[in-house]
Structure formats: structure tokens, C-alpha cells
């Protein structure tokens, strides 16, 4: 079935510094949604980036992430991080678009001074 | 502006007790979902519905109902709430590119 991985639980680092977040995605289909949502501490998720053109980097908010049907990955990075990145962040597919988002298990990012 | 919006915001229920937790969109949106969070298990989708009077079960359905009379409006009903069913549930309305909308959530506490 359709299912997302991210493989990290919680990633902690210094302002400043690069971060990087793997997703990766099975389904059988050939034209899948992908997503990343963030979700700060007691607040709701909140759409972060969303991709479904192959190869396409795209950005928001100093954060981007490029679809990769031939790996089926979708990883989110930042140059520098802030420490306002500090957060939950969700992959997600959507499956041709279709009924659901399938939600991976989060990553948890911890950023300090 | 366009809006998810859950009541309560907070709840204790009693275990055995019925549970009701309302959510209402003005995104005009055609699909709604119920999820819950919990930590460990990311969001997990229970039921969701694609128009009103019509619903349809989720990934973890067991133990929960869903309503929905309205375009507007979608009910997550819990008849007998147990002890494994504290969470926090958050309700979503979808656009036409699978974006999904989320409501500011209802945290849950069965004692």
C-alpha cells in the first residue's frame, strides 16, 4: 500500500547550520502529491511546501524540497537554520491527488543557539 | 476569511461516557477528515467525508463515528470513550490539489 518514511525522529542542531530532512514515499502511482507540513508547539499543521512536477526544486519560506519520482523522495533542507525552525515536520503524500494524505511519523527539529 | 474551526478546544470525558467533537469549515470545501495525534504515531486519519450525509472510515475507525450534515459541517462521536482514545484529533477541509486545511484542534482527556 501507500505509505511515506521519514527516518529521522528528532534532529537537533545549532543555528545557523544546514538541515536537511529525508522523506521518502512508496505508492503505485505514477503522479503523487507530495507535501511537507510544519507544526509548532501547540499550534495545528500548517502547509509548508507541496510538490507534483517531477524534478522541480520548489521554495517557501527559506525551505525547499524537489520531487524525485526516480528515487520516490521528496527531502525538505534549509541553508540556516533559525531558531524559529524549532518544530514538527510532517511529510505527506497524496496519492494521484487522491482521497487522503498519508502522513509520515514526523520529524522533530531542535534548533539552539 | 476561510477558516477550520473545532469545539471544544479542550475536553475530559469520563471513561464510558459519549464524546462529541464538532468541526466547521468555511473553505467551501468538499472534503473533510478527522484525525488524531499522538506522539510516536504522527497524524492518523479516522474518518473522512467527500459530501454531506456520506462518510467514510479512515485508517483507525474502531471506536468512533463520524457525521456529517452538512457541506459545513463534520462530527467525530465517541459512544463509549476509553483510555487509549486521549488525544489530541484534528479536523481538515481539502482544496481541488489535495491541500489540505487544518482546524486548531480539540485536546481530549479520558479518565
Known amino acids: 500500500g501507500d505509505s511515506v518514511t521519514q527516518t529521522e525522529g528528532l534532529v537537533t542542531l545549532t543555528e545557523g547550520l544546514p538541515v536537511m530532512l529525508n522523506c521518502t514515499y512508496q505508492t503505485i502511482y505514477s503522479n503523487p502529491f507530495l507535501f511537507w507540513y510544519v507544526q509548532h508547539l501547540n499550534e495545528s499543521p500548517r502547509l509548508l511546501l507541496k510538490s507534483f512536477t517531477d524534478n522541480k526544486r520548489t521554495e517557501h519560506q527559506g525551505f525547499h524540497a524537489t520531487l524525485h519520482k526516480s528515487s520516490s523522495s521528496f527531502h525538505l533542507q534549509k541553508s540556516s537554520a533559525q531558531l524559529s525552525d524549532s518544530a514538527l515536520y510532517y511529510c505527506a503524500l497524496s496519492p494521484q491527488g487522491g482521497r487522503a494524505l498519508i502522513f509520515g511519523t514526523g520529524t522533530t527539529v531542535s534548533v539552539s543557539p | 476569511e476561510a477558516a477550520v474551526t473545532q469545539s471544544p478546544r479542550s475536553k475530559v470525558a469520563v471513561t464510558g461516557g459519549k464524546v462529541t467533537l464538532s468541526c466547521h469549515q468555511t473553505?467551501?470545501?468538499?472534503?473533510m477528515y478527522w484525525y488524531r495525534q499522538d506522539t510516536g504515531h504522527g497524524l492518523r486519519l479516522i474518518h473522512y467525508?467527500?459530501?454531506?450525509?456520506?462518510?467514510e472510515k479512515g485508517d483507525i475507525p474502531d471506536g468512533y463515528k463520524a457525521s456529517r450534515p452538512s457541506q459545513e459541517n463534520f462530527s467525530l462521536i465517541l459512544e463509549l470513550a476509553s483510555l487509549s482514545q486521549t488525544a489530541v484529533y484534528f479536523c481538515?477541509?481539502?482544496?481541488?490539489?489535495?491541500?489540505?486545511?487544518f482546524g486548531p484542534g480539540t485536546r481530549l482527556t479520558v479518565l
Open positions: 481538515a477541509s481539502r482544496d481541488n490539489y489535495a491541500e489540505q486545511f
Open positions: 473553505n467551501n470545501h468538499d472534503y
Open positions: 467525508s467527500y459530501v454531506a450525509d456520506s462518510t
